[in-house]
């Protein structure tokens, strides 16, 4: 890919990822360096490129296999509230999909983790990172459910699709002083912030929202 598909022209231009972060920062979102970060990665390279005049619509977007990519709110408000006080560290994201998130995330930390069952999605997700020249994301194929244990503990886990209930070996995984951030449920859902304490993991409930739901096994 070019360097100007990789810059984008006319609904794919600067200006127009440019209204992105506005329209982020009108919606509440603080956290300059999170904005900074959306604003580095070009998400119409990550979404399919029928829909790419629409990557910077506050939207989410199909994928294919039944997944989605995020809408750019909900990436900012889940990574701004895992670094509220604090810097990332170590990180793993549960559900990588086409990569866009885990490109956000590093360039907020050195160290990120991203796992995907689904063959096919991760394939993009890799092919997409060498479009933008992002090296730095260590792409698993794996049950996300599962974590990766062979790479924890983890300071912040953030996970892309919603769980029945949470799924113990992340909580495992957690590092002390560790955040995790997941959607949870099975109809309605919403955020839990999960911290990790000495004697006990503290749970706080947050936004409602809308994700794909959490599968186990591969694909």
């Known amino acids: 890919m070019n360097q100007r598909a990789v810059s984008g022209i006319g609904m794919t231009s600067q200006r127009t990822r440019t209204r992105m972060i506005d329209r982020l920062r009108e919606q509440g979102i603080r956290d300059e360096r999170v904005l900074a970060a959306i604003a580095a990665v070009p998400r119409h390279v990550f979404v399919e490129e029928a829909l790419a005049s629409r990557a910077y619509e506050d939207t989410a977007l199909p994928l294919g296999f039944s997944q989605t990519i995020s809408q750019p709110f909900i990436v900012a408000r889940m990574i701004e509230v895992l670094r509220e006080g604090r810097e990332l560290g170590k990180t793993l994201e549960v559900g990588a999909g086409c990569g866009y998130q885990a490109a956000v ?3 907020l930390t050195d160290e990120v983790y991203a796992v995907e069952r689904i063959e096919p999605l991760l394939a993009k997700a890799k092919a997409n990172m060498r479009k933008i020249q992002q090296f730095k994301v260590r792409l698993k194929y794996a049950d996300g459910q599962l974590g990766l244990p062979e790479a924890a503990p983890f300071d912040t886990i953030i996970v892309a699709a919603a769980a029945a209930a949470i799924p113990q070996a992340l909580l495992q995984q957690l590092a002390l002083g560790g955040r ?16 990790r304490r000495a004697d006990a993991y503290v749970e706080t409930r947050l936004d409602g929202v809308r994700f794909v739901p959490l599968l186990s096994g591969l694909e």
């Open 105 to 107: 995330l590093a360039q």
């Open 180 to 195: 995790m951030l997941l959607p949870l449920g099975a109809g309605d859902q919403y955020l839990v912030l999960i911290e």
